[in-house]
């Protein structure tokens, strides 16, 4: 793990910390009473438009003070700059630039600002340019790149001073399906080397993908977090497992037997079942029992919609339409 | 592009420098940034214009003495006495005024439209540091480009009346004398106004109403009571002038400002604003406009 024991050593530090916090735009609400910690990992931040995962986020940064409520950065606040922003990264979703600026100055500035000498910030930001392949584009005005060549500078600026927490607000937006996978699998190195990565998109399957845990805002208001199996038995609703199996028909004739079991339904295919059960750990336990009593032949069982996708449309989708 | 190359670890972060050293360090940083900003880019493009206005005005009068075959003006004094008009409407009201306008409104209303102004915000600076870099940077391009623009406008007038002339008044001592006086006029004067202005920058989302205020307020200060007077940059310039304005009849006439009042008094104005600017920048909140 790399260093992120933060500035005062306690476990407390190594986290991003908020604190009921709030964030008013006059009479607008941007997020409310949001008490959260964000531990070393990636996590997913999901929320319909509107719903202030970009406010959240800017608050994290220190682009903007809270209203009320407090929040710490590995134990520091944004009041200290000079070891605040050392320590984090922030690919915003704004597609703008310092007017003129060309690929390699936008990198080699920043470096610059954030206290690198000459050397080191030519080697960082010639190195960062041929990352993100855009050696030949390097003397070019960012405003001539393309949606994905700016997306990949502006990710590689974010991380180009080695911080420990990596804030991404869509960050894979114009980005093509090759650099997608890419740039998900440099998240999960970043999270597998104990730092933060918080990152906000509206294509659920990819937060699916790449997050350790979610938090769910809608309105303003924290409506989840956790781990994803953790939130789906949380919110009370029967899930969904699906058995692949030989013996399908079989097991859907006497899977009632066991409890808990609301609904099931063969695959079109005959070759499995979804199930959807109240209680998911009792199901797997009494069905590994029916398993050996019966002798049926299980490829596989497994949740079949422990997806944000679904949590998504539990927690929010559903309860908008409620109301 | 692989994942692999995409991690960034073989130079080592910086060591965490503190307090002053790593202020002036990051003052340095910023200020060889925005002083390339401010002095190349095509935003500056009109204060260019503006600055070779004097010159090509003070050209023609040269070009027509040339062609004419005498000077345009009967004497050297009576050139300087129209250089010293020249420069107190026309080189400080309009060009240094306007031109400081431009340099310095920009400074952050320019990346605040431009939706650039979080990359500094993100950066581990104190806003007093980027404030005073930024003021810095545009204070050393308005003092080059007009400056220069007075230097070569003076050398101009001379150019009428022969070489000779030149030395002469640079062996005496007059046309050096007179020639630090308009650049450490200039200097206050970029001083005073781009303080201004920049402050105006973060406080008004279209700075134009605030240099339509402030533009009337130096227009009509001559007409003002000694009270009033005394709350305009141009009052303090002007006592500074090596040749004194004749500012017309109805000019309320109140004695200059001693010289050491008009300095610390630009000095003061300078520390003020810049102070203001340094507040307003601690509590601007990186949100843009239509959000």
């Given at each position: 793990m790399s260093n992120t024991s933060g500035i005062n050593g306690d476990k407390s530090s190594c986290n991003i910390s908020l604190r009921d916090i709030s964030k008013f735009y006059g009479d607008i609400l941007?997020?409310?009473r949001i008490g959260l910690d964000i531990e070393p990992g990636i996590t997913g931040l999901v929320g319909p438009n509107g719903a202030g995962k970009s406010t959240l986020m800017n608050l994290i940064a220190g682009l903007i003070p809270p209203t009320r409520g407090s929040l710490e950065v590995l134990g520091v606040?944004?009041?200290?700059?000079e070891v605040f922003f050392r320590q984090l990264g922030y690919c915003t979703q704004y597609d703008s630039f310092p007017a003129g600026i060309n690929g390699h100055d936008f990198i080699y500035s920043t470096l610059r600002v954030h206290g690198y000498d000459k050397s080191p910030a030519l080697e960082l930001t010639q190195q960062a340019i041929e990352q993100v392949s855009l050696s030949k584009a390097?003397?070019?005005?960012?405003?001539?790149?393309?949606k994905g060549m700016r997306q990949r500078i502006k990710l590689v600026q974010a991380i180009s001073h080695q911080p420990e927490v990596l804030i991404l607000d869509?960050?894979?937006?114009?980005?093509d399906p090759m650099a997608r996978a890419q740039v998900i699998a440099l998240f999960r190195e970043f999270a597998d080397a104990g730092k933060i990565v918080l990152i906000s998109s509206q294509i659920l399957h990819e937060v699916d993908l790449v997050s350790d845990r979610v938090v769910l805002i809608n309105s303003g208001y924290l409506v989840a977090e956790g781990d994803l199996n953790k939130i789906q038995s949380e919110t009370g609703e029967p899930m969904k497992i699906f058995i692949r199996s030989t013996d399908a028909t079989t097991i859907a004739a006497k899977?009632?037997?066991?409890?808990?079991?609301v609904e099931a339904q063969l695959h079109y295919d005959g070759g499995g079942l979804f199930i959807r059960t109240t209680d998911a750990d009792s199901f797997f336990l009494s069905i590994n029992r029916k398993v050996i009593e019966e002798g049926w032949a299980i490829e596989s069982m497994g949740p079949?919609?422990?997806?944000a996708e679904a949590v998504y449309q539990h927690l929010i989708v559903e309860q908008q339409v409620a109301t | 592009m692989s994942t692999g190359e995409l991690s960034m670890s073989p130079v080592t972060a910086p060591q965490l420098k503190s307090g002053m050293k790593l202020w002036l360090n990051q003052l340095v940083a910023i200020f060889r940034i925005e002083f390339g900003k401010s002095l190349f880019?095509?935003?500056m493009f009109a204060c260019y214009v503006l600055a070779l206005l004097p010159v090509l005005i003070l050209a023609a009068a040269s070009f027509e003495s040339y062609t004419v075959g005498?000077?345009?003006?009967?004497?050297i004094e009576r050139a300087r006495e129209v250089f010293g008009q020249i420069f107190t409407?026309?080189?400080?009201?309009?060009v240094v005024f306007l031109g400081s306008a431009a340099i310095f409104t920009t400074l952050f209303r320019g990346e605040i439209l431009d939706r650039s102004i979080h990359y500094y915000v993100l950066t581990p600076v104190r806003r007093e540091v980027l404030v005073c870099a930024k003021y810095l940077a545009g204070l050393s391009s308005g003092v080059i480009l007009f400056g220069l623009s007075t230097l070569f406008s003076f050398l101009l007038l001379y150019l009428s009346f022969g070489f000779d002339a030149i030395v002469t008044d640079i062996t005496n001592g007059i046309a050096l004398q007179q020639t630090g006086q308009y650049l450490g006029i200039i200097f206050l004067a970029c001083m005073g106004y781009g303080s201004l202005f920049m402050a105006a920058g973060l406080l008004f989302r279209n700075p134009l109403i605030p240099l339509v205020v402030i533009a009337g307020w130096e227009t009509i200060h001559f007409i003002l009571p000694p009270a009033l007077k005394v709350f305009s940059v141009i009052f303090y310039l002007k006592g500074l002038l090596p040749i004194p304005l004749?500012?017309?009849?109805l000019a309320v006439i109140v004695a200059p400002p001693p010289v050491w009042v008009s300095i610390l008094g630009m000095f003061g104005l300078c520390a003020v604003t810049v102070t203001i600017s340094v507040l307003l920048m601690k509590n601007l909140e990186v949100k843009y406009t239509d959000e």
């Amino acid at each position: 793990m790399s260093n992120t024991s933060g500035i005062n050593g306690d476990k407390s530090s190594c986290n991003i910390s908020l604190r009921d916090i709030s964030k008013f735009y006059g009479d607008i609400l941007g997020v409310n009473r949001i008490g959260l910690d964000i531990e070393p990992g990636i996590t997913g931040l999901v929320g319909p438009n509107g719903a202030g995962k970009s406010t959240l986020m800017n608050l994290i940064a220190g682009l903007i003070p809270p209203t009320r409520g407090s929040l710490e950065v590995l134990g520091v606040t944004p009041s200290d700059p000079e070891v605040f922003f050392r320590q984090l990264g922030y690919c915003t979703q704004y597609d703008s630039f310092p007017a003129g600026i060309n690929g390699h100055d936008f990198i080699y500035s920043t470096l610059r600002v954030h206290g690198y000498d000459k050397s080191p910030a030519l080697e960082l930001t010639q190195q960062a340019i041929e990352q993100v392949s855009l050696s030949k584009a390097a003397k070019q005005t960012v405003s001539s790149y393309s949606k994905g060549m700016r997306q990949r500078i502006k990710l590689v600026q974010a991380i180009s001073h080695q911080p420990e927490v990596l804030i991404l607000d869509e960050p894979l937006n114009g980005l093509d399906p090759m650099a997608r996978a890419q740039v998900i699998a440099l998240f999960r190195e970043f999270a597998d080397a104990g730092k933060i990565v918080l990152i906000s998109s509206q294509i659920l399957h990819e937060v699916d993908l790449v997050s350790d845990r979610v938090v769910l805002i809608n309105s303003g208001y924290l409506v989840a977090e956790g781990d994803l199996n953790k939130i789906q038995s949380e919110t009370g609703e029967p899930m969904k497992i699906f058995i692949r199996s030989t013996d399908a028909t079989t097991i859907a004739a006497k899977v009632f037997d066991l409890e808990n079991v609301v609904e099931a339904q063969l695959h079109y295919d005959g070759g499995g079942l979804f199930i959807r059960t109240t209680d998911a750990d009792s199901f797997f336990l009494s069905i590994n029992r029916k398993v050996i009593e019966e002798g049926w032949a299980i490829e596989s069982m497994g949740p079949a919609d422990e997806t944000a996708e679904a949590v998504y449309q539990h927690l929010i989708v559903e309860q908008q339409v409620a109301t | 592009m692989s994942t692999g190359e995409l991690s960034m670890s073989p130079v080592t972060a910086p060591q965490l420098k503190s307090g002053m050293k790593l202020w002036l360090n990051q003052l340095v940083a910023i200020f060889r940034i925005e002083f390339g900003k401010s002095l190349f880019s095509r935003r500056m493009f009109a204060c260019y214009v503006l600055a070779l206005l004097p010159v090509l005005i003070l050209a023609a009068a040269s070009f027509e003495s040339y062609t004419v075959g005498e000077p345009v003006f009967n004497s050297i004094e009576r050139a300087r006495e129209v250089f010293g008009q020249i420069f107190t409407v026309f080189i400080l009201g309009g060009v240094v005024f306007l031109g400081s306008a431009a340099i310095f409104t920009t400074l952050f209303r320019g990346e605040i439209l431009d939706r650039s102004i979080h990359y500094y915000v993100l950066t581990p600076v104190r806003r007093e540091v980027l404030v005073c870099a930024k003021y810095l940077a545009g204070l050393s391009s308005g003092v080059i480009l007009f400056g220069l623009s007075t230097l070569f406008s003076f050398l101009l007038l001379y150019l009428s009346f022969g070489f000779d002339a030149i030395v002469t008044d640079i062996t005496n001592g007059i046309a050096l004398q007179q020639t630090g006086q308009y650049l450490g006029i200039i200097f206050l004067a970029c001083m005073g106004y781009g303080s201004l202005f920049m402050a105006a920058g973060l406080l008004f989302r279209n700075p134009l109403i605030p240099l339509v205020v402030i533009a009337g307020w130096e227009t009509i200060h001559f007409i003002l009571p000694p009270a009033l007077k005394v709350f305009s940059v141009i009052f303090y310039l002007k006592g500074l002038l090596p040749i004194p304005l004749d500012e017309g009849p109805l000019a309320v006439i109140v004695a200059p400002p001693p010289v050491w009042v008009s300095i610390l008094g630009m000095f003061g104005l300078c520390a003020v604003t810049v102070t203001i600017s340094v507040l307003l920048m601690k509590n601007l909140e990186v949100k843009y406009t239509d959000e």
